[in-house]
């Protein structure tokens, strides 16, 4: 994607996120970080449903604002250790999905087997344990999980997830979010869970 055209993906993913109801009023972030090494990111108190351009923040790694005139979100700390910890990420999402979230509030991972999508795009989502939002030990918390997974749970939050462009991002998402209901639905529902066999599940690798 050219550089120039990732502060609109990020407006088009958040609306994406507001009207698939993963967010409600201002919840929720998104960066992408550019070519220069600076990052793109959502501020606070802006619905994702309804961001322009002009809205956006352009911050140096050290997280200084190098562009824009809004406050950055209290969780803009979470996106820089992220990007700090694993130079193959280069975009975040972070939101509340009602399914995945569901699991965060009861610190219980994604992690059954028994959906091949979830095992090939996404891999066990773990839950991270409870940090306060908006503080540094939010990042803290998810760093043990940045190299091996995909995305993650935040205890009592909502969930993260990181990918090497804005759209694998928001597509980890969506899948997490995905998986989440499924589990939802088989194991909590229905009361019927028949997981993939190990043979099963080394077949898709």
């Not at 462009?165 to 597509?171: D, G, P, S, V, Y």
Request: hydrophobic content about 40%; aromatic content about 6%.
């Amino acid at each position: 994607m050219n550089e120039s055209e990732l502060p609109l993906k990020i407006i088009e993913i958040g609306r994406k996120m507001y009207e698939r109801g993963f967010v409600a009023a201002n919840d929720g972030n998104i960066s992408v970080r550019d070519g220069d090494g600076s990052i793109w990111i959502t501020p606070t108190g802006v619905s994702k449903g309804d961001m322009s351009l002009d809205m956006l923040l352009r911050l140096n790694p050290e997280g200084e604002i190098i562009a824009g005139d809004r406050h950055k979100s209290s969780e803009t700390d979470m996106h820089l250790r992220i990007y700090k910890e694993n130079p193959a990420i280069n975009a975040v999402v972070h939101a509340h999905p009602p399914y995945s979230t569901a699991f965060a509030v009861a610190e219980q991972p994604l992690d059954l087997p028994i959906y091949p999508e979830a095992a090939v795009l996404l891999g066990e989502v773990p839950c991270a344990p409870y940090a306060q939002p908006g503080t540094q030990a939010v990042g803290e918390s998810i760093v043990p999980y940045l190299r091996d997974h995909k995305a993650i749970l935040l205890a009592h939050h909502g969930l993260v997830a990181w990918g090497e462009n804005l759209t694998e991002a928001w597509h980890r998402m969506e899948s997490a979010e995905g998986y989440a209901r499924i589990i939802m639905l088989t194991k909590y529902v229905m009361g019927v869970v028949k997981p993939l066999t190990k043979e099963q599940l080394d077949a898709l690798k």
